[in-house]
């Protein structure tokens, strides 16, 4: 038995044609056929008779599929049917669509030899499908006979020539009806022309809903909750589109997510506004038209707010804020963050998240931190679910197991394909009890040795770029992120360094040591062009301890390196250079107790800041190249 032949038409037909009849206005102009269809307080027609059905049948050549039969069976055809149909086809009125409209040579005019089976089955449909809509808003209705399940029911389309979209399919008629009845609430809701207050019993039932999703929400039964809040937008509930979209955006979706309704509500927008304008600057191209757009029935102050934080976030100074210990403990993720150590910045987020006190009762989340240029990068949509998970605002319940960190605590992840496969080659120096903002005054001179604001190294490196008026071939000066190694070590990372020359390598790693001890690594096993290369050296004390450079096939050594670290351990096997990254990452890992933050590297925000050359200058004789630009 499908769900279809257990429906009570009856009541669900009859309840929609009450609620109906109550939401039209006194004043309002209607046809006489509306109007009896209001006093009667029916929708529909009498019931069609099994002579009838048989009839219709006969004519048509097929039996109807069973949620269309019993249907009729209740009424014979249907009064607006959602807010575009104003009359369905009954059993006299339905027929064979055959390309009336002539829409089947339309689509046809878009198939190609690369068109598939779905694009073929649309144009087709206009041929074979079931016309149902006999009065609509250019809108056509056709039951699909070649998209039948193992219920004998046929799919509906509809297709509206003002909407610019395929057609839409409903998997029988039974759902196309229940589509249309929410289309019917969602309309109503929105109308502010003087229609009576839309209220009924099926909307104090979506309501009440709302209100305990609210809470479970908070409670961090966010599963349970969004299923309820995306059946209330369905019927165009009032907030339900903006409660869901803040459990949506968490989850790491922002594809038409605006926080319909309570973004432009001054009690949530210090909240809501940076995350919306955040991802509109990240796809606006300076066209700030959708953002006015996305903000209608704001008020003036509100509009200002919003282009004020638009200013601040394109700029990078945005700065998430908020009340209480959650927002004390805001900062002091933050700072964790901007050196790099996002695993321990979430874990102080999640931490002082059940302090975390809503704006207002329609506030599931903290949201504005993700529009925050080092907070923001701490999102993926595990720890969005963890984040969900955790009680909050209040609301008691089970706090979920932590999740696992992002970073693996080692080096060895710098030896793993990364997407796209570009990280080819890469430099770091690593600094023993020195903090990272103490870096630049080793690794760089004069004006360099100020910190850049957080940001990716793409965003840095383009920057960099934008500035630079002098490009030489004999100076590598190279753009480096900067954080934590691990408890007792500082880093500078280069991820793009220029192509590497032994001849000519200076390490920086003498100058960076004084009073410590300084690492230096250059790996570029596995070029795209060239010779596979690896360096390392160690310094004290401003004094180089030991090294080793691998390139060309050989093997060059100063100083007496320790056995764990001894080449010839690695580079048995010069013919495969690249499968000694990986032991070789270990070993100086192990012998040194130092890591780098893969998730702060790859996908966060990092102080950078401009080395000195890690190239000597040209000697007599050695030419080079000098490009000035501007």
């Known amino acids: 038995m499908t769900d279809s032949t257990a429906f009570d038409w009856r009541s669900f037909l009859l309840g929609w044609s009450g ?107 206009w041929r074979r499908g079931l016309q149902l809509d006999v009065e609509s808003d250019a809108t056509h209705v056709l039951l699909d006979p070649e998209d039948m399940d193992e219920h004998g029911e046929w799919a509906v389309y509809t297709w509206a020539s003002w909407r610019a979209e395929p057609p839409e399919r409903h998997a029988n008629f039974l759902e196309f009806m229940r589509d249309m009845y929410r ?104 066209d700030d038209s959708t953002l006015r757009f996305h903000l209608r029935g704001a008020d003036d102050d509100l509009v200002a707010l919003a282009y004020a934080t638009l200013d601040q976030v394109r700029s990078g100074q945005y700065r998430y804020t908020a009340a209480g210990p959650f927002g004390e403990a805001v900062e002091r993720a933050r700072e964790s963050a901007r050196w790099g150590d996002t695993d321990g910045a979430w874990r102080t987020l999640l931490d002082a998240l059940p302090l975390w006190e809503p704006l207002g009762p329609d506030h599931l989340a903290p949201l504005g931190w993700l529009a925050d240029p080092v907070l923001g990068s701490l999102l993926t949509p595990e720890r969005g679910r963890e984040l969900l998970s955790t009680p909050r605002g209040g609301q008691a319940g089970e706090a979920p197991g932590p999740e696992a960190g992002l970073d693996p605590g080692d080096l060895a992840w710098l030896a793993e394909p990364d997407p796209g496969n570009n990280r080819i080659s890469y430099r770091f120096v690593l600094v023993e009890g020195v903090e990272p903002a103490e870096l630049p005054a080793r690794l760089a001179d004069g004006d360099d040795t100020a910190l850049n604001e957080p940001m990716t190294l793409w965003d840095a490196r383009r920057r960099s770029l934008n500035d630079q008026r002098e490009f030489s071939s004999y100076d590598d000066r190279a753009l480096m992120a900067v954080g934590r190694a691990g408890p007792d070590w500082s880093f500078a990372f280069d991820g793009e360094p220029a192509p590497f020359d032994q001849r000519r390598l200076i390490s920086p790693a003498e100058g960076a040591s004084a009073g410590t001890r300084a690492i230096v690594v250059w790996s570029g096993l596995r ?67 130092a890591s780098l933050p893969r998730h702060a590297i790859v996908n966060g925000r990092l102080h950078t800041f401009t080395t000195r050359s890690w190239t000597r200058p040209p000697r007599d004789g050695e030419t080079f190249t000098v490009i000035r630009v501007g």
């Open 19 to 125: 609620e109906w009849a109550d939401s039209l206005p006194d004043d309002d102009v209607r046809s006489e056929d509306d109007e009896s269809a209001r006093q009667a307080r029916w929708l529909g027609f009498p019931p069609a008779t099994e002579e009838r059905i048989a009839a219709m049948e006969e004519r048509l050549g097929r039996r109807m599929p069973p949620s269309y039969r019993e249907f009729l069976e209740v009424s014979d055809g249907w009064r607006h049917a959602g807010g575009f149909v104003w009359l369905l086809a009954g059993t006299a009125a339905a027929h064979w669509h055959d390309n009336e409209s002539g829409l089947a040579d339309l689509f046809e005019e878009y198939l190609d030899e690369d068109s598939g089976p779905e694009e073929r089955r649309e144009a087709d449909l």
């Open 183 to 286: 289309q019917f609430h969602s309309l109503r809701a929105r109308r502010g022309d003087g229609a009576p207050a839309f209220v009924n019993d099926t909307t104090q039932r979506l309501d009440a809903s709302m209100q305990e999703a609210r809470l479970e929400a908070l409670r961090g039964g966010w599963e349970r909750a969004v299923k309820a809040l995306d059946e209330a937008k369905e019927y165009g509930r009032p907030r339900a589109a903006g409660l869901g979209d803040q459990i949506r955006r968490l989850l790491g979706q922002s594809y038409m997510v605006y926080f319909d309704g309570l973004a432009t509500d001054p009690r949530y927008a210090p909240d809501l506004l940076p995350p919306l304008v955040a991802e509109h600057a990240a796809h606006s191209y300076r």
């Open 527 to 593: 070029p795209r062009f060239g010779e596979p290369h690896f360096h390392l050296s160690v310094a004290r004390d401003g004094v180089e301890q030991y090294a080793f450079t691998y390139s060309n096939g050989e093997i060059e050594r100063r100083g007496e390196i320790p056995q764990a670290l001894d080449p010839s351990r690695f580079f048995a096997d010069l013919d495969n250079a690249a499968e000694a990254e990986r032991p070789l990452l270990e070993a100086v890992a192990g012998e040194f107790g």
